[in-house]
T-cell receptor, first 114, second 113 residues
Framework: EPEVTQTPSHQVTQMGQEVILRCVPISNHLYFYWYRQILGQKVEFLVSFYNNEISEKSEIFDDQFSVERPDGSNFTLKIRSTKLEDSAMYFC????????????FGSGTQLSVL | GNSVTQMEGPVTLSEEAFLTINCTYTATGYPSLFWYVQYPGEGLQLLLKATKADDKGSNKGFEATYRKETTSFHLEKGSVQVSDSAVYFCALSPNQAGTALIFGKGTTLSVSS
């Protein structure tokens, strides 16, 4: 079965530093997503991306966050100046053109902000 | 608005016991409903789904029936195994292409032999 790949699996950073989380979605998918899960809490939607632009974003996705698909295969999430409360597991997902199509999730990047 | 509520965990069972994890939802329109599973150290995986009322999703011995009258999508399995130990997430999709899934908080299942 095809896979969504995320790197790194674990990232440790100092508060105020910039981090970039990387994802390689499934090649023929059209929609790309970032979610996060703070320990013990819900999986929260951050942003969706379609046709090279953001199609939907949550209140969490403020000016500190940005997404990019720089080369047609990678899909990145940048946090400009990390805060302690950004510590979470970040999941990338990709899906096809239909809302009922299966979303494929990566195995996540655990971000720890110290 | 749209939301998903799951029963609080953890759920601890012995092997071969019957499992129910409750999930109820609030949605406008006619959402699709999903159960995702997260095994230790892994990402979320789709377990099963149902796209309209009275549909039953099933996979790996797990079942869930989309009940519009009770706005529920409870997950059941007749005989759990140790390998079923994981976190289970109920989710809904408002059924617009590219619209994000809305997840419940997750229920941890631990099965002992």
């Amino acid at each position: 079965e095809p896979e969504v790949t995320q790197t790194p699996s674990h990232q440790v950073t100092q508060m105020g530093q910039e981090v970039i989380l990387r994802c390689v979605p499934i090649s023929n998918h059209l929609y790309f997503y970032w979610y996060r899960q703070i320990l013990g809490q819900k999986v929260e939607f951050l942003v969706s991306f379609y046709n090279n632009e953001i199609s939907e974003k949550s209140e969490i996705f403020d000016d500190q966050f940005s997404v990019e698909r720089p080369d047609g295969s990678n899909f990145t999430l940048k946090i400009r100046s990390t805060k302690l409360e950004d510590s979470a597991m970040y999941f990338c997902a990709s899906g096809g053109a239909s809302a009922n199509e299966k979303l494929f999730f990566g195995s996540g990047t655990q971000l720890s902000v110290l | 608005g749209n939301s998903v509520t799951q029963m609080e965990g953890p759920v601890t069972l012995s092997e071969e016991a019957f499992l129910t994890i409750n999930c109820t939802y609030t949605a406008t329109g006619y959402p699709s409903l999903f159960w995702y599973v997260q095994y230790p150290g892994e990402g979320l995986q789709l377990l099963l789904k149902a796209t309209k009322a009275d549909d039953k999703g099933s996979n790996k011995g797990f079942e869930a029936t989309y009940r519009k009258e009770t706005t529920s999508f409870h997950l059941e399995k007749g005989s759990v195994q140790v390998s079923d130990s994981a976190v289970y997430f109920c989710a809904l999709s408002p059924n617009q292409a590219g619209t994000a899934l809305i997840f419940g908080k997750g229920t941890t299942l631990s099965v002992s032999s």
